[in-house]
Nanobody, 125 residues
Framework: VQLVESGGGSVQAGDSLRLSCEAS????????MGWFRQAPGRERVFVAR????????SYAGGLKGRFTISRDVSKNIVDLQMNSLTSEDTAAYYC???????????????????WGQGTEVTVSS
């Protein structure tokens, strides 16, 4: 399984970015796909997830309304639309895949077997 992120960059506060994760190497129709982020000096934390079969979605607290996760099952692509960005959103963003399609109450990185290399997002205030 390979996950390749794209769409990161440097933006100003208030701007938007759309990250994309393209998955390959398996049939992803039953996977749960997620986005995590890791700010400098901090742990990698959950951002959002989507089940590729049901379309069920969840977000980390405080991000719903600014961030939107979506999927294209036919292309094995998961996007993360990020609006009204602030400097607090500066981080490396990682795509992750759970082949069991799990849906734990509090998603952690341990639930995801596969990871992309990450894409950097820098927001300047």
């Amino acid at each position: 399984v390979q996950l390749v992120e794209s769409g990161g960059g440097s933006v100003q506060a208030g701007d938007s970015l759309r990250l994309s994760c393209e998955a390959s190497g398996d049939t992803f129709s039953r996977y749960t796909m997620g986005w995590f982020r890791q700010a400098p000096g901090r742990e990698r934390v959950f951002v959002a997830r989507i089940n590729m079969n049901s379309g069920r979605i969840s977000y980390a607290g405080g991000l719903k309304g600014r961030f939107t996760i979506s999927r294209d099952v036919s292309k094995n692509i998961v996007d993360l639309q990020m609006n009204s960005l602030t400097s607090e959103d500066t981080a490396a963003y990682y795509c992750a895949a759970d082949r069991y399609g799990g849906w734990g109450l509090n998603p952690t990185r341990n639930e995801f077997e596969y990871w992309g290399q990450g894409t950097e997002v820098t927001v300047s205030s």
